[in-house]
C-alpha cells in the first residue's frame, strides 16, 4: 500500500491526495505531525536530513522525498513503481 506523509494545511498535500483519490490508487493516510519520532526521523533522513518535507510517499521500501506537487513527475514517479499504468 501506498503510505503518504503529508501535512494538513499544506496545499502540495491536499493536491497529491486529490490526484490520487482521482486515479483511484489506494493509499494510506498519514499526518506526519502525528507519526512516531523514528517514522519522522526517517521521513526527514529521506528529505535530505534537515527536516521533514511533504508529501512524502513510501511504497514497498522506496521513497520519494516531499516535492511541489508537479502531476506530471508525480505519475511518472507512481508509474515507475508500477502504481499508474
Known amino acids: ?6 501535512w494538513s494545511v499544506c496545499p502540495h498535500c491536499h493536491r497529491t491526495i486529490e490526484w ?15 507519526q512516531p519520532k523514528d ?3 526517517k521521513v526527514i533522513d529521506v528529505n535530505g536530513g534537515d ?3 511533504v508529501p512524502t510517499l513510501e511504497y514497498n521500501g522506496q521513497w520519494r522525498p516531499g516535492q511541489v ?3 506530471v513527475q508525480l505519475e511518472k514517479d507512481l ?7
Not at 482521482?22 to 493509499?27: A, K, S, T, V
Request: charged share 30%; glycine share 2%.
Open 1 to 6: 500500500m501506498l503510505n503518504v506523509y503529508a
Open 20 to 34: 490520487l483519490r482521482e486515479h483511484r490508487i489506494p493509499f494510506n493516510y498519514l499526518e506526519i505531525e502525528e
Open 39 to 41: 517514522v519522522i526521523q
Open 51 to 53: 527536516d521533514w518535507v
Open 69 to 71: 506537487y508537479d502531476p
Open 79 to 85: 508509474r515507475r513503481w508500477g502504481l499508474v499504468k
